[in-house]
């Protein structure tokens, strides 16, 4: 049991990438009573939000809302599309990549997983670039049968700290003049990086609430295209909960065709009202500075930051690979219990190597410097030998570039 001895004073430090802190303000929202969800009340919350969504993934089209984690998001996206033993091409970012391929393989899809071949500081070479547009345009043109059915990527790899070219990747299938569907993870990147559905040419984009949209976890989306929902039509995966059309119905009217997370709706309400009321370029902006700073941290401790290539640098988190010898979550582990804060651990193929600090949702400059103060202790005191002060030079970074003013933006 719990006891209240055990629960430190102040507030915890939740700098892991996902769950990201939930702001006051929409845990409030979310503690309205439950109501009726068959009731009027509910049609005018269900609208308001199915509207409000559209504009966070920048679409003119539906965006379905699933009372799930991101990882049924990932199954409805690919079930809804796609047929047993249909030729998919998936990309190899990291984790979470490997994450969805390996659903793809368990729902009996030919899952092709592409990846750069090697390993750079002990991690593999492919863990710390972005999606590589070219080898997929060569990919694509060998088939010329167009037995690929889609093209599968991440835009922000959460395992890594790479947030790849999607506009790229859309460029690439076209310039092969492949019929491929073109599907992109964006669980943590949407609210947080720049994301357009519509402008980049996505047919199926998955995202989840409790990254950028600053909720908690249980809610994800799928934003689908009209080529996506004509594909829908003819595809035989088994679905049923997953199923667009039915959702798709219901919502016309503000409703789900069963019960929906009622008050992760409020709180979606409210993540939306905050994010369109301050504009999302202003949102972006936030996460390329607190990148910008905490990177500047890592660089000064003398420290090797994940990703490798800066075009594709996260503004959602910064993985930070160990000297050899040095084992990342015992790192983690010793900053969680001197100070209370926690930190993403290394996944997959990087246990170990590196963790991750999470700078997205709701932080600010003197949360993400209390943090890098942790990281910068919990890393003295496990011996590790820094080149000079990360939180000097963040410290250095956010006062000598001033958060663009107006903050505040009409939606
Ligand atoms: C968090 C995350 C997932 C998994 O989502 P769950 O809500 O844990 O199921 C998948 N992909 C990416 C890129 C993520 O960041």
New binding site residues.
């Given amino acids: 049991m719990l006891t209240l001895d055990f629960h430190p004073t102040g507030r915890h430090f939740l700098q892991i990438p996902?769950p990201s802190p939930v702001p006051d303000r929409i845990l409030r929202a979310m503690s309205l009573p439950t109501i009726d969800h068959r009731g009027p009340e509910f049609g005018a919350l269900g609208l308001k939000v199915l509207a409000d969504v559209q504009k966070i993934f920048q679409t003119r089209h539906p965006v379905i809302i699933y009372p799930a984690?991101?990882?049924g998001a990932w199954e409805a996206a690919l079930t809804n599309v796609l047929s047993p033993g249909d030729h998919v091409l998936m990309y190899e970012t990291g984790h979470?990549a490997s994450l969805w391929h390996k659903m793809a393989t368990r729902l009996g899809l030919r899952a092709e997983f592409l990846a750069l071949p090697g390993t750079e500081a002990g991690v593999p070479l492919s863990w710390r670039r972005g999606v590589q547009a070219a080898l997929i345009e060569e990919r694509l043109k060998a088939d010329a049968q167009h037995a690929i059915k889609a093209v599968c990527v991440?835009h922000?790899?959460?395992s890594t700290g790479v947030t790849s070219n999607i506009a790229a990747v859309r460029k690439a299938i076209d310039a092969a003049k492949h019929p491929a569907l073109l599907m992109v993870?964006t669980?943590?990147g949407l609210a947080s990086a720049e994301y357009k559905h519509d402008d980049w040419g996505v047919d199926v984009t998955v995202s989840?609430s409790?990254?950028g949209l600053m909720l908690p976890?249980g809610m994800?989306f799928n934003a689908v295209s009209p080529k996506a929902i004509e594909a829908s039509k003819s595809a035989k995966l088994p679905k049923a909960f997953w199923a667009w059309d039915e959702i798709i119905e219901m919502n016309k009217g503000g409703y789900w065709p069963y019960t929906p997370n009622t008050n992760l709706l409020y709180g979606l309400n409210e993540a939306c009202d905050m994010l369109l009321a301050q504009g999302l370029e202003a949102v972006f902006a936030r996460h390329q500075r607190w990148g910008e700073g905490v990177r500047a941290a890592v660089r000064a401790w003398g420290l090797e930051i994940q990703c490798a290539e800066a075009s594709v640098y996260s503004p959602v988190l910064t993985g930070v690979i160990m000297p050899e010898g040095v084992d990342a979550d015992a790192v983690r582990k010793l900053i969680y219990e001197r100070f209370d804060c926690s930190l993403g651990t290394g996944l997959g193929k990087v246990k170990g190597r590196m963790f991750r600090i999470g700078h997205l949702g709701d932080c600010n400059d003197l949360t993400l410097m209390a943090a890098l103060s942790g990281c910068e202790m919990g890393l003295r005191l496990s011996g590790v030998k820094l080149a000079g002060s990360g939180v000097v030079a963040a410290m250095d970074y956010f006062s000598a570039h001033p958060i663009p003013r107006p903050l505040q933006k009409a939606a």
């Fill in positions: 996902g984690s991101g990882t979470f991440v922000n790899e959460t993870d669980i943590s989840g409790q990254k976890p994800s």
